[in-house]
Structure formats: C-alpha cells, structure tokens
C-alpha cells in the first residue's frame, strides 16, 4: 500500500495544489493512505480536514526579516520552533513510515521534507511562482525531483537538472469547462453581453475594490452594456456596496451586477467572464490561464519577493494579459483600459487566445508521471 505524506501552507496557495496532488496520487492509488503535515494554526489545517485527509500538526513558523522588537520576539519564538522541528518531523515520519513526501512551498512544509530527505525517503515539491520562494531554493538541494509551473522559474534554480514543468494543477470545475452562454447563463446573466470578472481574493484588494467602484459607476452613468462580477473580499466588508451607493448606483437596479464578498462557485464566473481583474496568485493566474480569458493584473506589492509581479509577467509578456503595478492603477486608467478593450473586441479575443496557450492541459498526467519516476527509482 502506498503511503503518501503532503506538506505545505501559509496560504491557500501552497494548500490547493497540494489537495490536487493528493486527488491526483488518488485516482491512480485508490487505496494509498495519507496524512498532510502542516502548522496547527495556519489555514492548510481547515482546508486540510474538509476534504478527509488526516492532518498531523508541526509547529513552524516564518522569519521575520524586518527587524524591530516585536519581531525579534517573532523571530525568537521561530528559532524555537525550527530547533524542536527536526526532531517532531523524524517521529512522524518514523511512526507513519511513508514511501514519498511531497512538499508544496510555504515554511510549513520545509522541516518535514528536509528531514525526509535526511532519512532517505524519496521526496518531491512543487513550487507556484515564476520566481520560486525561499523553501524551495532550500529544498531544491535534497529533494529528488522539483516540479514546476512555469518554464521560467528554472532560470533561478541551480539543480535544473531536477527540475519538470508540470504546470499547477487546478481545481475540478476548470477541468470540466461549461461554455460561456451556458455558465452565463447559469448566473443568470444575458448571454450575449459582455461580462466582466473582477476579485482582490479571499481578503480584498482596497485599491480593486476602490477603482472597480469607480468603473461600475462608469457604466451607468455611460449607459455601458455589460454585466459585471465583483468579489470584494473580507476587507472591502461594509465599504465596498457604501462606496458604489456614494458613487450613485443601486445595486437592486442592476440584475446584471453581481457583487459579493466571497465567490464560492469561481470556476463558473470565471467561464462566464470575457475579460478578468485579478491579482496575480500562481493560483488565479493558472485557472485564467485554464478558462482562456484575458485579463488586467494587478499584482499586490506586499507579496514576499515580489513573487506575484513575476507571476503577471509571464502572461503580460505572452500577450496574455495587462499588467499594471499597483502603485500605478487608478480609476480613470483602469476605465480607460476597460473602455478600450470594450469597443476593441479582436484585441481581447487576442489577449484570451494567448491565455489558454500558456495553459498546461495534461498537467495531472505530468504531475503523475513525476511521482510515479520517483517512486520507481
């Protein structure tokens, strides 16, 4: 029987892909058993234990690398923790004895794969972003294989010869695509208007969420024929719909704009969409990528090394996508980016042609492929 242990987290970004992973090794091994590492109170512990899979916590904690008192106690606490780690790795290790460890990013993954390696188990990871992160330029030196999203992010690793592009396995509605009447339809929006999509994530984005209120105002007071989506993410929560109201537009007015804090059926919006606002997650970018929309990026600036700006590179390189920093994004800019693509159809027809040929579409197959070498060696 095949024993797989998963680890990875800090963001849903680093859990996701490790949850497809596991479906991946799944279908192949219906009777494999897993267990999924991680930290107890990070996020990969509530996403972990919805989908069944038995979760084993492991106390770590990132380093700090500003330096002022509350993050020397920060930084204090992590040294304690990653001092106590290698030893709680070898036990759980020891007790569940598994053929292959597969880490997917995040600092919550790195004790328990290094350690793997130390022990000789066979291990693997994968990283998101274009410009791979700290753990993995670390865990590249050990790991048996390195799995990859993007062609690019090999230009900054050293052990390239360990190195698969896989591509980031995406979530089941992005494999089983409705058609975009049909998904327009299903949010009950007139199939034959252009449909616009525009999300700052989980949290919220404030300047999205303070530009895109601007936009759809834009709309009304024009008379523009489109229907819009809007997530605006726990942060735009009581600010977002008070700022459209300031803006003169009532909601209950406009059927075709649908305005919430969270998406929780994004695949079909992202199918109904004809052109996508969006921050720059390897996630998001990926599902943009497997719906083949084009899109405007905003790539946050707190992100550590910069790594969603390299993300949206890729694709405003490809032509894929319009890329701006977000500390150049205004209204009348992002309107005006808008108004443009709207009386220009063939250019965004262009921009959503080169989306979905960045997309990986047997990325399981080669996701799959790498484990199985793995384990064969």
Known sequence: MLKVILSGGGTAGHVNPAIAIYEIIA???????????????GIEKNLIEREGIKFVPLEIAGFQRKINLNNIKRNAIATKYFIESGHKAKAILEDFQPDIVIGTGGYACEPI????????????????????????????KKADKIMLTVERAKDYIKEADKCVVTGLPVRHGFVD???????????GLPED????????????????????????????????????????????????????????????????????????????????????????????LTEIEAVGCGSILVPSPIVAENHQFYNGKVLSDAGAAIMFEQKDLTSELLIQTVSDLIHDPKRLEE??????GLYIKDTPDRVGSVIEEVLNA
């Open 113 to 140: 794969v290094h350690k793997a390696a130390a022990m000789g188990i066979k291990t693997v990871i994968h990283e998101q972003n274009a410009f791979p992160g700290v753990t993995t330029k670390i865990l590249a």
């Open 351 to 356: 921009l959503s042609r080169n989306a979905a």
């Open 177 to 187: 695509r409705l058609p975009k009447k049909e998904a327009k339809k299903a949010l």
């Open 27 to 41: 279908k192949k091994h219906p009777d494999a058993r897993f267990l999924y590492v991680g930290t107890p109170n």
């Open 193 to 284: 208007q252009l449909c616009i999509l525009s999300t700052g994530g989980s949290l919220g984005a404030g300047r999205i969420n303070e530009t895109v209120s601007d936009l759809i105002a834009w709309y009304c007071k024009n008379n523009i024929q489109v229907s819009h989506i809007h997530s605006y993410g726990k942060n735009g929560r009581g600010s977002f719909v008070a700022s459209l109201t300031t803006n003169g537009v009532n909601l209950s007015e406009h059927p075709n704009f649908i305005v919430k804090e969270y998406i929780d059926n994004m695949s079909t919006c992202m199918e109904a969409a004809d052109l996508i606002i969006s921050r720059c997650g390897a996630g998001a």
